[in-house]
């Protein structure tokens, strides 16, 4: 699995597009879907809104991300990286940031590789022995 992440509007899926020949038909977008209605798409972009869903469910997001589902091989996560900027004063607001960023942080411990996308342009955090 490849984790790709990044702040709000900084190009993520442009860069990814570009970068790995993403198309249309290769996007599952969890921000309109439940996890459950995934069909087998290489990319999941708005993994941030998977973080919320479990939140509400009153699961621990950085816990549901350690199932086989998330260590496929093929399969590119885009998430954004919500930890910067200013602190939310709603209580339900720092939960969710907290969480998505717990939930990123073991995403990218089991992850093949780790990109941070800023401008629109990519820079390894993590990398596999095979892209050295």
Known sequence: MRLIIGGYAQGR?????RKYGITDADIWDAACSPLAQWQGQRVIIHAEALAAAWLKQGKEPAQEVQCPFF??????????????????VAPEERALREAVGRMNCALAEQAESVERVCCGLGMYLKNSAEER
Do not use: H, T
């Open 71 to 88: 260590q496929q091989k093929e399969l590119l996560i885009i998430s954004q990286e919500m930890g910067c900027g200013l602190v939310p």
């Open 13 to 17: 899926l442009s860069y990814c597009r």
